[in-house]
């Protein structure tokens, strides 16, 4: 269940990264294409933050600058990147109008609802091996009763959290 929440977390900062404050984490997606194998964008450079509004790319070697700057026009994100030197891509990240934060929230609800989904899968998995625990006699079925109301709270918990999450994320 804590796996699906901190998935959540991480796939809401890139999508939140477009609407509130620029952050380097709205990258970490991006994959460049070097000698015919696709490898994260970190491998190749770091991404830091400009002026609130803009990101800094800067490549460990001026030979991979070429791929960068394509990998980061080929993303989904809709980047224009600018070389501002040898090693350095100076990356706009355009302010979100209302059509756009409207795409945005839901993807970030679509994003909230699979990791219920995973909570609730988790939950149904965790009744299973109960029943089976309780049927070969591992405890009694008082203890049995008793797991499975901590595992319902704690469903419930990570649920609340997840709705928290989406709550947070919408009013950015």
């Keep these: ?6 998935k959540l977390r991480v796939g809401l900062k890139t999508v939140v990264g477009r609407v509130g404050r620029v952050s380097p984490d709205l990258l970490n997606g991006v994959k460049v294409e070097m000698d015919g194998q696709r490898r994260p964008l970190g491998e190749f450079a770091t991404v830091s933050v400009k002026d609130g509004k803009d990101l800094l790319v800067t490549v460990y070697d001026e030979a991979y600058l070429k791929a960068v700057s394509q ?5 989904s994100l809709n980047l224009a990147p600018q070389a501002t030197s040898a090693t350095a891509l100076r990356v706009p990240v355009p302010r979100a109008d209302w059509d756009k934060r409207q795409q945005l929230v839901r993807q970030a609800s679509e994003l909230c609802e699979s990791a ?4 609730r899968s988790s939950r149904t998995k965790g009744q299973k091996d109960l029943k089976s625990d309780i049927d070969a006699k591992a405890f009694s079925k008082e203890e049995g009763r008793s797991e499975t109301k901590r595992l319902d709270t704690s469903t419930k918990k990570r649920t609340d959290e997840v709705d928290t999450i989406f709550e947070q994320a919408k009013k950015v």
């Design 1 to 6: 269940m804590d796996e699906a929440v901190d």
């Design 71 to 75: 990998a980061l026009y080929a993303s």
């Design 116 to 119: 219920r989904v995973a909570v």
